[in-house]
């Protein structure tokens, strides 16, 4: 197969590798009809993440599956499946407390590498999600968004315990954080405060339900929630970004009691101890658990009451995926989407299990 492969900072290579095969019982194979880069790509890309080598990207996908490991009993050849970042069993005792991306047996979602043409799934049975039917094809985009980037936004929404008649600030305007803008909207919050500078990711914020652009940064921007809120700062605050400005700007944007949920991949963030203390600010994130969301974020957007494919602003052909993080490096694109080569030469028998609709509609 062809699959994406990064060398070193902003050396991304698309080349010829090895075919995926069973390796445990447990697997799964899937054919992707379409990938995306992810903001989390861009820490390794820009080099502030190190790398051991030349390693295979891309953690979201959707696809059919073409094979499973003798002791898959859930998932089947022929079913349209979503899945997450982190596969896991799903029976353990973390998973059964909600916090799937913590299990006993947590381990990359797909360690083959997701922004290729085929993908091996671990723990299939606890990691997929198949939809309802073979989804159309304007509807593929949004399930690839409910495998990280709104499972991600959803539960940076569910942390920051955002719900009727809250306030909630969004501090990020990558694809996370307007999906947070989403979630905050359909978990029921009566006011939603995006963080943005930008003039496009601005638009689509108040689409997906914001009621407020706040376009300072840092101190200035949580003084600007402030002013907003009475003095007192948002009940709800989402932290998407990771960094130590942001981590800071969230908390002081939230008021005494209120809650941050951050989801941001956290780099080189220290929280001063003493004003965290006095500030009776309550914390909750990490990586997300999507697989907890899967089911409710299929059913919403499989009945088109959402549609957070939106956030993918730029579509190009698989091989061109180098230029699709030069784009997102650039902020160029919120988020890029990937599309197979439909000229691809006709797949090998056993892989003809089933043919899923082509192609992305967003450009």
């Known amino acids: 197969m062809r699959g994406t492969v990064l060398y070193g900072p902003r050396d991304v290579r698309f080349e010829e590798r090895p075919d995926p095969t069973i390796v445990e019982p447990t697997d799964a194979l899937i054919r992707l009809p379409l990938t995306c880069v992810c903001g989390s790509d861009l820490w390794p890309y820009r080099g502030i993440e190190p790398i051991d080598g030349p390693t295979p990207m891309g953690h979201e996908y959707v696809g059919i599956v073409e094979e499973v490991g003798s002791e898959v009993r859930l998932i089947e050849p022929g079913q349209f499946v979503v899945g997450s970042f982190f596969a896991s069993d799903n029976t353990c005792e973390i998973c059964r407390a909600g916090y799937q991306s913590s299990c006993i047996h947590r381990q990359p979602g797909a360690p083959t590498g997701a922004q290729a043409e085929y993908a091996r799934i671990p723990l299939a049975d606890g990691t997929l999600v198949a939809t309802p039917g073979l989804p159309p094809e304007d509807l593929i985009p949004s399930l690839l968004a409910a495998s990280d980037v709104l499972g991600t936004g959803w539960f940076g929404a569910v942390a920051a315990e955002a719900g009727p008649a809250k306030t909630v600030a969004v501090v990020g305007d990558g694809a996370v954080g307007l999906l947070a803008v989403l979630a905050a909207k359909q978990l029921g919050a009566e006011r939603i405060i995006a963080m943005s500078r930008h003039e496009s990711r601005q638009r689509l914020a108040r689409e997906f339900g914001a009621t407020d652009i706040v376009t300072e940064r840092g101190d200035e921007g949580a003084a ?14 989402v932290e998407a970004v990771g960094t130590q400005e942001s981590m800071m ?3 002081r944007s939230t008021r005494a009691g209120g809650h941050v949920g951050f989801v941001g991949v956290l780099h080189d963030v220290e929280i001063p101890g003493e004003e965290f203390f006095f500030s009776h600010v309550h914390l909750h994130g990490g990586p997300a658990p999507v697989r907890r969301f899967l089911p409710e974020l299929i059913e919403l957007i499989w009945n088109r009451k959402i549609d957070p494919g939106k956030v993918f602003d730029l579509t ?10 030069r784009a997102m490096d650039e902020r160029r694109a919120i988020k890029h989407c990937c599309v197979r080569d439909r000229t691809d030469p006709p797949l090998p028998a056993r892989r003809d299990v089933a043919r899923p609709p082509p192609g992305c509609h967003r450009v």
């Open 224 to 237: 600007r929630i402030k002013e907003l809120t009475g003095g007192l700062g948002a009940h709800s605050v």
């Open 249 to 251: 700007q969230a908390i």
């Open 316 to 325: 190009l052909p698989l091989e061109e995926v180098a230029e699709g993080y």
